[in-house]
């Protein structure tokens, strides 16, 4: 079948998409590459409660109180792993 080309607005998206995409992870792969594994992994598990926090704040945006309860479970658990390796010899 035909093939419409794609319009230029889209393709700019698309683009600026994939140059986000691309230094995300370059940037993070760096940053592994300098920070240890355990401080990675707690920075990435808490992100969502981060994002949250930052949109009530900055947009006051208002979440239902569930949305926190449940950055609980995964908050603790990270602080669990980085309580493990930090006893860990």
């Given at each position: 079948?035909?093939?419409?080309?794609?319009?230029?607005?889209?393709?700019?998206?698309?683009?600026?998409?994939?140059?986000?995409?691309?230094?995300?992870?370059?940037?993070?792969?760096?940053?592994?590459?300098?920070?240890?594994?355990?401080?990675?992994?707690l920075a990435t598990t808490t992100t969502p409660l981060i994002t949250l926090a930052l949109s009530a704040l900055l947009l006051g945006r208002r979440h239902h109180p569930l949305q926190f309860a449940a950055m609980g479970p995964l908050c603790?658990?990270?602080?669990?792993?980085?309580?493990?390796?930090l006893r860990t010899p």
């Open positions: 079948g035909a093939q419409r080309p794609m319009p230029r607005r889209t393709r700019r998206q698309v683009l600026l998409l994939s140059l986000t995409f691309g230094t995300s992870m370059a940037c993070g792969n760096v940053g592994l590459s300098s920070v240890p594994l355990d401080l990675a992994q603790l658990g990270a602080a669990c792993s980085l309580a493990g390796e």
